[in-house]
């Protein structure tokens, strides 16, 4: 038996000592050795990682198909409205960035919510009286993907809860299963241009919902909703005592004939994170510029998820300084009619979309209000050959060269969703290779039960 002193919280200079006795069988090697292990390798994924799934990634993976060699491949599916070139961002926007990358100022780290400059910048933009900001209620963001992340992270804890929209962004889904938290979705009515259903909602709500996401606009369905509309659900959420998560990435994004208003202008006691970020307005959603406005008038949040917030920002150390230097300029220098020329681009686009598929026997799209998008119900009882949307799609391109995604990437079967930010005469090819496609395949009452009687 050997005997070893061992110092344990000493103080001063004269530090208490631990006698330990170990026994070692004549063989001090021994000491560094507990049990006998042999090293292998043992690397496995992260239980994190292994829950980390999104949907639409997983379902156009999975649809093995090659599109109609004879026919040019035309690309509904992808929301980036820079792809196709018809969609530049604004040259202020540009020259915004190169003077600041010119004038090297900001090529180090900045603190990790942003640059309080920049943060100014961006309260100023949205401040107003019935939604009051300073630079202290904006947190600077890698993009709104990582504002709805950080969000979601300070907001709930594994086995919570969230309420998500369906048809929604898989990106909420996604994010909130890698932590943990539960997905509860609400549903929207198409009957109703995509509005909430307000007691499908409130019925989900429980002693464990951490959180209500409302996206407006809407991803995937450009849909828009009105005040009186935004008041209910206000309501709701007042009721429960639930926080908001407000995706308004496409704020202000939305047709003539409507109007945008940030739900935290119509709160009275709701707590809300809003989160939005340069990528679809300002048409540059590379350069991962993303913010989250808090807005809490009651003091709800306090100072626990201001410092949550703070925390969590610290792990990738805040977002682009080249871009960041440049928001001030972007915000406040982008003229006004970039962005009406913009919307008019997607007005045009949606109504000339709407119009084509609303001719075709077996389709019913919902008119969209803003963003860049619709969606469009497939009546399968008329295409009783194809399972679902997704085979529906899958034939689509490999027939006609069209990719739309299906809306069961959304939680919505039996839709798909149109990206309606490609060129117009995209758009119309793509809507006239899709009626040929659905004449080709669309069968009446009886010939559907006819089909379904051979199966």
């Not at 009406?340 to 001719?359: Q, V």
């Not at 119900?377 to 799609?393: A, G």
């Not at 069209?402 to 809507?431: D, G, H, K, Q, S």
């Amino acid at each position: 038996m050997d005997s070893y002193l061992i110092q344990v919280n000493g103080h001063g200079d004269h530090a208490p000592m631990l006698d330990v006795h170990l026994k070692t069988n004549g063989n001090s090697k021994s000491l560094g050795k507990v049990k006998d292990r042999k090293p292998r390798w043992a690397v496995r994924a992260s239980e994190m990682s292994k829950k980390t799934f999104n949907p639409v990634r997983a379902i156009v993976d999975g649809m093995k198909v090659e599109p109609n060699p004879k026919k040019a491949m035309i690309s509904l599916s992808l929301g980036d409205p820079t792809v196709f070139g018809n969609l530049p961002t604004n040259d202020e926007v540009t020259l915004a960035v190169k003077e600041v990358l010119d004038s090297g100022r900001y090529n180090g780290y900045a603190p990790s919510v942003g640059y309080q400059s920049c943060r100014e910048a961006v309260a100023a933009y949205y401040n107003c009286p019935e939604a009051p900001l300073e630079a202290q209620d904006v947190i600077l963001t890698s993009g709104c993907s990582q504002a709805i992340e950080l969000a979601l992270a300070v907001l709930a804890n594994p086995g919570q809860n969230i309420l998500v929209p369906r048809p929604g962004f898989s990106l909420y889904k996604t994010l909130a299963l890698s932590m943990g938290i539960e997905v509860k979705l609400y549903n929207l009515l198409p009957e109703k241009a995509w509005e909430i259903d307000l007691k499908h909602l409130e019925s989900l709500v429980d002693e464990k919902t951490a959180c209500l996401i409302v996206n407006n606009p809407s991803n995937p369905c450009g849909s828009v909703f009105s005040k009186s509309h935004l008041q209910k659900i206000l309501a709701v959420a007042s009721r429960q005592c639930v926080p908001i998560l407000a995706d308004e990435i496409y704020g202000d994004m939305v047709f003539a004939d409507c109007k945008y208003e940030p739900i935290a202008t119509l709160s009275t006691n709701v707590p809300i994170l809003s989160c939005g970020g340069l990528a679809k307005r300002w048409l540059v959603p590379g350069w991962r510029m993303g913010w989250i406005l808090i807005h809490d008038r009651r003091d709800i949040f306090g100072n626990e998820i201001r410092d949550g917030l703070l925390r969590l920002s610290q792990r990738i150390l805040g977002p682009c300084t080249i871009v960041q230097g440049a928001l001030e300029r972007i915000l406040h220098r982008t003229p006004p009619e970039f962005y009406h020329n913009t919307l008019s681009i997607l007005k045009s686009n949606a109504d000339l979309c709407y119009a084509a598929l609303s001719a075709i026997p077996g389709l019913q799209p919902v008119r969209p209000a803003g963003a860049m998008y619709l969606m469009v119900e497939i009546e399968m009882e008329h295409f009783p050959e194809f399972e679902n949307d997704v085979e529906f799609t899958e034939r689509l391109i490999s027939e006609q060269s069209v990719f739309c995604l299906p809306a069961t990437c959304f939680e919505y079967p039996n839709f798909f969703r149109v990206v309606i930010t490609v060129p117009e005469e995209m758009i119309l090819e793509a809507c006239s290779r899709i009626q040929e496609f659905c004449e080709m395949h669309y069968q009446g009452a009886e010939g559907a039960q006819d089909l379904e009687c051979d199966k």
